[in-house]
């Protein structure tokens, strides 16, 4: 099979998506996760760029504004202020912004709290909820520095910055 990185994202074959997707959900179960599956930055990019999924953006506004995003996706916070207080009304906004029939892959800065926020989904009655691992910066290295290792931005897929 073709690598993502290889092939043009807009080719993907249903074979290849079906991977993807089932890749994503060995990942959940290898983790005792409890929502549909984890998918890696470079997928969830080729998948958007197909046209299957939806991404949602659940950092914060101020992330968004200085770290940066990915355009034409959907914005709604899972926590909110630099103290990051839990949105309660998450999975009502994603339902009325996106709509339960839909997959929808979830990114926040590290792939933690996009985790979480797609647990809440699920538990709601989302059935294609998605984490996106990595997240927008990654991990931490040793030096607690994001942006190393992994990460959307770290594998050089599309963002912009106001």
């Known amino acids: 099979m073709t690598s993502l990185n290889q092939q043009h994202f807009n080719e993907l074959t249903q074979a290849q998506i079906e ?5 994503a959900q060995q990942r ?3 983790h005792y996760l409890e929502f549909t599956g984890t998918i890696l930055p470079h ?5 958007y760029q197909a046209g299957h999924v939806e991404i949602v953006d659940v950092r914060t506004n101020e992330e968004r504004k200085f770290v940066g995003f990915v355009e034409g996706t959907i914005h709604i916070p899972w926590a ?3 103290a990051l207080n839990r949105n309660p009304r998450f999975a009502k906004e994603l339902e009325s912004k996106v709509g339960k029939d839909k997959i929808i892959l979830l ?5 933690k709290r996009s985790a979480a926020a797609a647990n809440v ?7 294609n909820i998605y984490n996106i691992e990595q997240g927008f910066e990654g991990d931490l290295d040793e030096n607690n520095h994001r942006g190393v290792f992994n990460g ?5 897929l ?3 910055q106001e």
Do not use: M, Y
């Not at 991977?19 to 890749?23: A, S, T, V």
């Not at 997928?43 to 998948?47: M, Y």
């Open 19 to 23: 991977k993807i997707f089932e890749q």
């Open 43 to 47: 997928e969830a990019w080729a998948l």
């Open 107 to 111: 990114l926040c800065r590290s792939g």
């Open 158 to 160: 599309p963002w912009r």
């Open 28 to 30: 959940v179960e290898d």
């Open 80 to 82: 909110t202020g630099t």
């Open 121 to 127: 989904a699920f538990n709601a009655g989302f059935e």
């Open 152 to 156: 959307w931005r770290f594998h050089g």
